[in-house]
C-alpha cells in the first residue's frame, strides 16, 4: 500500500468544487427570473449595467456579473413595483445601498427557509 492509499483510507474527506458556468445563455437567464428572453432583451436596451458579451454568432454570452444586474433589476420592476424610470433613477443615484438592501433580503430569506426547515424537522 502507497502513501496515497494509506491517506485515503483515513477517511480525508474530499470536497469536489462546484463547477460553475463562465457565460450563460439568455433563455438560461431568462429562466432563472421565470421571465421571457424578450424581457431580458428589452433591459439589456434599457439599462446600462447589463452588457452581455456577444459570440460571433451574434448571442448573447451573460457572465455572473450580468446575472447579479439583470437581479437587481428584477427586484427593482417586478418585487418592489419600480417603473423603469424609477428604477434607474435607483440605480443611477444609490445603486450600492440598493444592492446592500437585496442582499440582505437575500440573507435574512435564507435564515427564515434555515428555521422553517428546521422547525418542520423538530
Do not use: C
Not at 439589456?44 to 437581479?71: C, H, L, M, S, W
Amino acid at each position: 500500500m502507497d502513501i496515497l492509499d494509506t491517506l485515503t483510507e483515513q477517511s480525508m474527506p474530499y470536497k469536489e468544487k462546484a463547477i460553475e458556468k463562465k457565460y450563460y445563455a439568455i433563455g438560461e437567464v431568462a429562466d432563472m427570473f421565470d421571465v421571457a428572453t424578450s424581457l431580458i432583451r428589452f433591459w439589456e436596451g434599457e439599462f446600462d449595467i447589463i452588457k452581455p458579451k456577444k459570440n460571433r454568432k451574434g448571442n448573447r454570452q451573460f457572465t455572473r456579473e450580468d446575472i447579479e444586474n439583470v437581479k437587481l433589476i428584477y427586484h427593482l420592476v417586478k418585487e418592489k413595483g419600480f417603473t423603469l424610470l424609477g428604477a434607474k433613477e435607483m440605480l443611477k443615484n444609490d445603486s450600492k445601498a440598493v444592492r446592500d438592501k437585496m442582499e440582505m433580503i437575500d440573507s435574512l430569506n435564507m435564515v427564515k427557509n434555515f428555521l422553517v426547515n428546521l422547525r418542520q424537522q423538530i
